[in-house]
């Protein structure tokens, strides 16, 4: 991020310019009327006139006053913010994937059809379950896909009208309940144990017959693996419900052990997260939906399918099907990509990810506790919780406060106040891909400015400073953001 002194507001496209800007670079007087028909022109729409030289400085100026991967480490909790390897990259620009139009016809598009069909085979292989379709274009997009496809399932079993709760721990992210509320179910919330766990007890107290799904995240977001999760499973089942594994926390048990072995019937991954695709990058994500034999006549459509020696085929027919969750096939550039990181890793180096994210989750942790509460005091998986709680009773200091002295001090801010049941958590997730050096560098940070919240409290209050814009209204941003131009009015 720049640096203050940097931090000069920079105007808005649209408020520099001059008439005939535009063609600087080109003087043989050619304009785009030349080469395109009439009706495709227009003189209506308040574009500002600027040369390509002040377009390129403009975007790229603004690109250099945000915080990337590529620039920072991001310790974002429950985002998996790892690198993303160039390599994937230059597999998905390669010309045969790029330009590929969505409606070639498949005997022309094999080799994209081949790219898909393995990334769903391997997927299928790495997590247990029986398919997986790649059509929904985020996590919580996968999460909506599989609760139509449970509701679909309770349909045809003719127990769609008393199948209407789904239970959801408090420890799940919000698009659980969110996504269960969007298909028509009552969300059932369950409080989590002294152990940060589901209680096999408590949870058999919320189910009952009108149970039609259980959506569980293990490890769970407070970065803790659910223990019970075979007696989670085999309970939810006898009230005939079905189980849900939210895949968003994978990159701390890929390859290492595999949902559809706990006893899930329905899940969805977030490839842009455990799979190293960039986070909003060329679009949407990516969130495949994963399912269990007697549940994959409900995945969404297409699936590619492999017909001996007629090569790959998109199947369409499937009359039990939720049907598409987008448009066309999937978000096919993050399939290159997704399956271009498996193939660089191979099976044990999946594994050997998981692992490593552990060991950094924990290596970061053992250290925060020296300075700030860690409630759930045990080895965690890829990520931990700290909490802020007696440092603001102490000092003032909030969790929000150290997020925004960490943003001055180089470091993308944690995950904060989520899970919302630890009161000023703090959500730490460093991923396998960084170095010990920069992990030292977040603690040391992190280590003085709790130091200084003791000191000089009002240093960390006045955070941040070196930032382009510092502090804001925060529940205005969220709630009211005003994000694009207006044309002046006449
Ligand atoms: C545990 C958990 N579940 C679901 C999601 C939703 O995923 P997405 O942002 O891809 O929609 C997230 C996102 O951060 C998450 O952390």
Redesign the pocket.
Known sequence: MSAAAEAKPIPLIFETGQPGRANAYFRNGRGAEEFLPASALRDDLPLPDNSELDVVRHFTRLSQRTFSIDTGFYPL???TMKYNPRINEAMAAQPGFRDLHPFAPTDLAQGALQTMYELERTLSGIFGMAQFSLNPA??????LAALLMAKAYFRKRGEGATRTTVVVPDT?????PASAAMVGYKVVSLKSDSRGRVGVDELKKALGPDTAVCMM?NP??LGLFEDHIHEIARAVHEAGGLMYY????ANALMGNSRPGDMGFDLM?L?L??TFSIP?GGGGA?L?PVGAAAHLVEYLPTPIVVKRGGDGYAFEFDKPDSIGPMRSFWSNFAHVVRALTYICANGGEGLKEISQLAVLNANYVRAQVKEFLDTPYDETCRHEFIASAQRLKRDTGVRALDIAKALLDRGYHAPTIYFPLLVPECIMIEPTETESKETLDGFVAALREIVELAHTDPQKILDAPINTVVGRIDETRAARQPDLRWWPPRA
């Open positions: 909790g429950s985002c985020a996590g919580a997009h996968g999460e799940a992210h919000g698009t659980n995240t769970n977001t939210d895949g968003a926390n969805h977030n842009h997260k986070h994500g969130g």
